[in-house]
C-alpha cells in the first residue's frame, strides 16, 4: 500500500459512488416497481428480479476463483463485470416481454455483486486500516446522495408517464459503464495463490475459524429476516390489494428518498464508529434497528407509520453498509480477505435467492403484519448470538495466517 494508490483509489472510488447511487436506486426500487407497474409481474417474476444481487453473491466464491486463478488485477476483472451488467441493462431496455425483462436485470445486478469481495480487496490493500471506515464512509455519503436524487428524479419521470422507463433504464446502463470504467483505472494487484484448484476452497475457512463461522451464523438468521422484508417494501408500496393506494412518486419516496436522506446523515456516524467500536455491539445495534423499522413500517398503515419506519430502515442501513463490506477486514489474514468475502457474501447469496421467493410466495397467506413480526423474530436470534461474542469483538484485527498461509 502506498500513499499515491490510496489517493487515487479514494479519487476513482468518490466518482464511482455517482453510479453506484444511481444503480442502487435502479436495484432497490425501479426494476421491481417497472415489473409492478407496466408489466404486472406475478410473485416468481418479482422474487427473481428481487434475488438477481444475491445470485451475484452466490456466485462470487466462483469469480473470486477465476480470478486469481487467471491473475487478473483485481479491480480490472470488477471492471469487466460492470460492462457486462451495461449490457444486461441494454437487454431489458429492448425487453418485448417480460421474461426478457426479468433475465437482464437478473444479469445485471448479479454482475454487480459478484464482484463484491474483489473490491474489498482492493479496500484491504490500498486504506490504511485505521481510515477505512471513514474513507469507505466518505464514498456512501456520494453514493447516498445520488440513490436519494435518482428516487426522487426518477419517481417524478415515471409519474408523468410509465412508458419513460425505457429511458431510465438506458440511464441505468451508462451509470454501469461509467462505474466500470472508475474501476478499471483504480490500482490493484492479482490475488494473491490459493491452496488447491477448487473453486469453493474459500469454503474451508468456515470449518476453521470458529468466530467467521458463528458471525456467518448470526448473520444468517438477520439476512433472512431482513431479505424476506427488503423487497416487500416496494410490494407493500406499489401494489393496490394491500389498500395504501399510493402513486408512483410517493412509493419512491418512501422506498427510496426517506431512508436514504437518513442513510446519508448518519453514514459517516457509522463509518467512525466502525473504526473504533467493538464490532459484534456494533453489528448488534445494528440489527435491533433493522428489527424495528421493519415493525414499524409493516404493522402500520399510516403515513407516521411508513416515514417511521422508513427513516429507521435508513439509520440502520447505513451503518449496515460499512459493517457488512468491511467487517472481513478486521478478522481476515491480510491476503485472504477477498475469499473470506467472498464467503460471506455466498452465504449472503443463499439467503438472498432463498429469501424473496419465501416472501413473494408465504405473504399472501400470512400477510404482511405476521410476515414482519416473524422476521423482526428471526433479527432477534441473531442479536442474542452476537452477544455471546462481545468479548471477541474487541479483539477485532486482522488474523494471524495460518502455517499453510504462510507457506504459500
Known amino acids: 500500500m502506498s500513499l499515491a494508490h490510496t489517493q487515487i483509489t479514494f479519487r476513482y472510488e468518490r466518482l464511482r459512488a455517482v453510479a453506484m447511487g444511481v444503480l442502487e436506486a435502479a436495484a432497490t426500487t425501479f426494476l421491481l416497481l417497472i415489473a409492478v407497474r407496466h408489466f404486472e409481474a406475478g410473485p416468481t417474476a418479482k422474487a427473481l428480479i428481487a434475488l438477481g444481487g444475491s445470485l451475484g453473491h452466490l456466485l462470487s466464491p466462483l469469480v473470486v476463483n477465476e480470478v486469481?486463478?487467471?491473475?487478473?488485477?483485481?479491480?480490472?476483472?470488477?471492471?469487466?463485470?460492470?460492462?457486462?451488467?451495461?449490457?444486461?441493462?441494454?437487454?431489458?431496455?429492448?425487453?418485448?416481454?417480460?421474461?426478457?425483462?426479468?433475465?437482464?436485470?437478473?444479469?445485471?445486478?448479479?454482475?454487480?455483486?459478484?464482484?463484491?469481495?474483489?473490491?474489498?480487496?482492493?479496500?484491504?490493500?490500498?486504506?490504511?486500516?485505521?481510515?477505512?471506515?471513514?474513507?469507505?464512509?466518505?464514498?456512501?455519503?456520494?453514493?447516498?446522495?445520488?440513490?436519494?436524487?435518482?428516487?426522487?428524479?426518477?419517481?417524478?419521470?415515471?409519474?408523468?408517464?410509465?412508458?419513460?422507463?425505457?429511458?431510465?433504464?438506458?440511464?441505468?446502463?451508462?451509470?454501469?459503464?461509467?462505474?466500470?470504467?472508475?474501476?478499471?483505472?483504480?490500482?490493484?494487484?492479482?490475488?494473491?495463490?490459493?491452496?488447491?484448484?477448487?473453486?469453493?476452497?474459500?469454503?474451508?475457512?468456515?470449518?476453521?475459524?470458529?468466530?467467521?463461522?458463528?458471525?456467518?451464523?448470526?448473520?444468517?438468521?438477520?439476512?433472512?429476516?431482513?431479505?424476506?422484508?427488503?423487497?416487500?417494501?416496494?410490494?407493500?408500496?406499489?401494489?393496490?390489494?394491500?389498500?395504501?393506494?399510493?402513486d408512483v412518486a410517493t412509493v419512491a419516496l418512501l422506498a427510496g428518498v426517506v431512508p436514504n436522506m437518513a442513510r446519508l446523515v448518519c453514514s459517516p456516524i457509522w463509518g467512525w464508529l466502525f473504526d473504533r467500536m467493538n464490532f459484534f455491539t456494533l453489528r448488534a445495534v445494528l440489527n435491533v434497528g433493522f428489527a424495528l423499522g421493519i415493525l414499524s413500517f409493516f404493522v402500520s398503515d399510516s403515513m407516521t407509520g411508513l416515514l417511521m419506519g422508513a427513516v429507521i430502515f435508513g439509520i440502520s442501513n447505513a451503518g449496515g453498509d460499512v459493517a457488512w463490506s468491511l467487517w472481513v477486514t478486521k478478522f481476515a489474514p491480510p491476503g485472504r480477505v477477498a475469499d473470506y468475502m467472498s464467503v460471506h457474501t455466498c452465504f449472503t447469496g443463499v439467503r438472498g435467492v432463498l429469501a424473496p421467493l419465501i416472501a413473494f410466495h408465504l405473504v399472501g397467506t400470512m400477510g404482511m403484519a405476521n410476515m414482519a413480526w416473524m422476521c423482526a423474530a428471526l433479527i432477534g436470534v441473531s442479536v442474542v448470538m452476537l452477544g455471546t461474542e462481545v468479548p471477541m469483538g474487541r479483539k477485532a484485527k486482522p488474523a494471524t495466517p495460518t502455517t499453510e498461509e504462510i507457506s504459500e
Not at 68 to 94: D, E, I, N
Not at 186 to 208: C, K
Open 68 to 246: 486469481a486463478r487467471r491473475g487478473w488485477p483485481v479491480a480490472r476483472a470488477a471492471s469487466c463485470l460492470g460492462y457486462m451488467g451495461a449490457v444486461a441493462l441494454l437487454v431489458a431496455v429492448c425487453a418485448p416481454a417480460l421474461s426478457i425483462y426479468v433475465l437482464g436485470c437478473v444479469v445485471a445486478t448479479a454482475c454487480g455483486a459478484s464482484a463484491i469481495p474483489l473490491m474489498t480487496q482492493v479496500y484491504q490493500v490500498n486504506y490504511p486500516p485505521e481510515q477505512r471506515g471513514r474513507l469507505f464512509s466518505k464514498t456512501m455519503i456520494i453514493r447516498i446522495g445520488m440513490a436519494a436524487l435518482a428516487n426522487e428524479l426518477g419517481g417524478r419521470l415515471l409519474a408523468v408517464r410509465l412508458d419513460y422507463f425505457r429511458g431510465l433504464l438506458l440511464v441505468f446502463s451508462a451509470a454501469y459503464a461509467f462505474g466500470a470504467w472508475c474501476q478499471s483505472r483504480i490500482p490493484s494487484e492479482p490475488l494473491a495463490a490459493s491452496v488447491g484448484t477448487h473453486p469453493l476452497r474459500a469454503m474451508r475457512h468456515v470449518r476453521d475459524d470458529r468466530l467467521f463461522r458463528l458471525t456467518l451464523i448470526s448473520w444468517m438468521f438477520m439476512g433472512m429476516g431482513n431479505l424476506m422484508m427488503y423487497p416487500l417494501r416496494v410490494e407493500y408500496l406499489a401494489n393496490e390489494r394491500y389498500g395504501l393506494k399510493l
